[in-house]
């Protein structure tokens, strides 16, 4: 498959180091220094840049008719107007807030756990994600599709970094050296706490979730994510 990495950053080096052992060819490297690109020569198109870039990025590609995944987080709130733009063009398009196979695990895990915890008053709910220094986003993309999804199965209404009111997921963003991604999510009473948790220990959980989601899409139209990828869930 021939890919365009749309940012050559952290992520996009992992990804095509994996590419490379999966017999895929890079045909193009998106970064700040690219003033112009073509995207002619792509089979797919994998986005993780910057959250002030992602939506030029992955329109870029619907534009160009390439299939497009993107793992860049923190512009999510222009995700609905994404959808429209890939639909006007029956484009190909996938967000993941996290592509490694583990955390789509701990989101099933996590929602089956919140459907549990829903009956139990005496608990609630907070969450702690840590990361790297350089990441620009807080709380992590994670974090929120996390949170989204307990606000969906139980009866809290938002997430807050700050301190939580009744009824609010307090998230605590740590950021930490040299930190690829760990996420735990508590339930606490007065007489006790149960915790899960997934710690990535390297960035390769991701990059390899996102070349088996772009090889996944590259022969697809429509607008998918990863349950679609991995069938959980
Ligand atoms: N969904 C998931 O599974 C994961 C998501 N992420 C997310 O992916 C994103 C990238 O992470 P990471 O690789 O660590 O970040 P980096 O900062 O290491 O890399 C970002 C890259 O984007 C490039 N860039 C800057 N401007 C543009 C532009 N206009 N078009 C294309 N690329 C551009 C940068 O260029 P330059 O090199 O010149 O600075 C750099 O190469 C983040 O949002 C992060 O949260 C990260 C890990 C997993
Ligand atoms: O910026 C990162 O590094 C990561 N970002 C994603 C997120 O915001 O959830 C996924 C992963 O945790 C690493």
Redesign the pocket.
């Known amino acids: 498959m021939n890919i365009a990495l749309l940012g050559y950053g ?1 992520m996009g080096k992992s990804i095509e180091k994996i590419a490379l052992e999966r017999d895929h060819q890079i045909v193009l490297k998106v970064t700040s220094e690219t003033d112009t690109f073509d995207l002619s020569g792509a089979d797919v198109a994998i986005d993780f840049s910057l959250p002030s870039v992602a939506v030029k990025n992955i329109k870029r590609a619907l534009d160009s008719n390439v299939p497009i995944i993107s ?1 860049t ?1 923190g512009w999510l709130d222009d995700y609905n107007e994404v959808v429209t733009y890939c639909e006007q063009r029956e484009g190909s398009f996938l967000y993941a ?2 592509f490694s196979l583990g955390v789509n695990l701990f989101f099933e895990l996590s929602k089956k756990l919140s459907q549990l915890m829903s009956e139990f008053k005496a608990y609630h709910v907070t969450m702690e994600e840590i ?2 220094t350089q ?1 620009l ?1 807080a709380p ?4 929120i599709s996390l949170a989204e999804a307990i606000i969906a199965n139980t009866d809290y209404t938002n997430w807050t970094l700050k301190e939580a009111k009744p009824k609010e997921i307090h998230i605590e963003a740590k950021r930490i050296e040299n930190t ?2 760990t ?1 735990e999510i508590s339930y606490h009473s007065d007489i006790d706490t149960i915790s899960i948790k997934h710690i ?1 220990h390297s ?1 390769a959980g ?1 990059a390899l979730g996102a070349l088996i989601a772009a090889e996944w899409i590259s022969d697809k139209k429509g607008i998918f994510t990863m349950k679609d990828v991995l069938n959980i869930g």
């Open positions: 952290k793992g987080t807030s996290n990361h790297h990441k986003d992590s993309g994670t974090a690829p991604g996420h990535a960035r991701f």
